[in-house]
């Protein structure tokens, strides 16, 4: 072979080669170019879109939230408004009910320690048809001290502690006296209950159970001087919350305890007048002394209670007993 056939042969197979890469080069579809760009574009209207409402979902959401932050204060302040005044007389009420469930739970813990278990010998006494009574006349007169001489012999002792509620209070005193002074007009209410109507009676409440407790208060502490430990004062309110007070408040004006209060102890609370009526009289057959004090808040008064020697009750007007009824 010449050298002009090999360099034909030589320019032959680079030939072959450049064609036969030629063939290996991938070809590129047009088409896939252009689905590729429209999803592209779908997959950003689409996000365009998500993020979009995102927007629209957020605003709704601030608007709902200022909504309610405008609802909440104007909430706030119309409780303010109308609750500010009813405040105290809530937590009094708490407190009183407390003070009264409290002292209910360790009177009938010490009335189930005193129970007596042992069974009483029952006593048979004969008939007053077994016998025969012989009646005498007697024609001699008895006199009966009128009602408003009762306290006569003691006026002097009376007065004086009328005297000393006059003064400044002594918040110090001994248990069982006074430790508030009291006002001109409670001290006549006082003068009137003991000297004209002879410790029995209805006096027209002074417009609030403080007050009322106040007098009541100076009238345990006289008659703790005149009777000492024979005497015991019986209480009548028909709700807890109101017996709560009273023992609050006669704790606070004569420096008691809680023991102070209880079956066997100086004062005792009751809800129901026959409770009050039993226990009256029970004092009467052992020779004690019951007051009976009823609360302002009762429209009615059994019959029994006035025909003991000591009762006070309060007489609350129609407005004040409704007032009384509605923070119940």
């Known amino acids: 072979m010449n050298a002009k056939d090999s360099d034909k042969q030589e320019t032959q197979e680079k030939t072959n080669n450049i064609q036969q890469k030629k063939s290996n080069k991938p070809i590129i579809d047009n088409s896939d170019i ?4 429209k999803e592209k574009l779908i997959s950003k209207n689409l996000q365009d879109e998500i993020f979009k409402e995102l927007i629209e979902k ?10 309610l932050e405008e609802k909440q204060a104007s909430l706030k302040k119309e409780i303010n408004s109308n609750f500010s005044g009813q405040s105290e007389n809530i937590i009094q009420q708490v407190n009183g009910f407390q003070d009264y469930l409290t002292g209910a739970l360790q ?3 010490q009335s189930v320690e005193k129970l007596d278990l042992v ?10 048809l077994d016998e025969v009574i012989k009646e005498e006349k007697n024609d001699a007169k008895v006199s009966i001290p009128a009602l408003a001489d009762t306290f006569k012999p003691d006026a002097q002792l009376i007065k004086k502690c009328f005297d000393n509620f006059s003064n400044q209070p002594d918040f110090y005193a001994d248990p069982w006296k006074l430790r508030r002074s009291l006002e001109d007009i409670d001290i006549e209410m006082l003068e009137d209950w003991f000297f004209n109507m002879g410790g029995r009676g209805a006096l027209e409440s002074r417009g609030s159970r403080y007050k009322n407790i106040l007098i009541s208060a100076g009238i345990i502490s006289i008659l703790g001087e005149l009777y000492g430990d024979q005497f015991q004062t019986l209480i009548l309110a ?7 007070e009273w023992r609050r408040i006669l704790q606070d004006s004569l420096g008691l305890n809680r023991e102070d209060f209880g079956p066997n102890s100086g004062i005792v609370l009751f809800e129901r007048a026959e409770g009050v009526i039993e226990r009256a009289d029970r004092l009467e057959s052992n020779n004690e002394v019951p007051l009976i004090v009823v609360d302002a808040s009762e429209t009615n008064i059994e019959v029994p209670i006035l025909q003991f020697p000591l009762w006070l009750a309060f007489v609350g007007t129609s407005e004040e007993i409704y007032e009384d009824l509605e923070l119940v």
């Open 34 to 37: 252009r689905k590729s760009s």
């Open 238 to 244: 028909s709700e807890p919350e109101r017996l709560g």
């Open 107 to 109: 009177n009938l813990a």
């Open 119 to 128: 069974p009483q010998p029952i006593i048979v006494k004969p008939s007053p």
């Open 58 to 67: 957020k605003s709704n959401l601030d608007l709902e939230i200022k909504k």
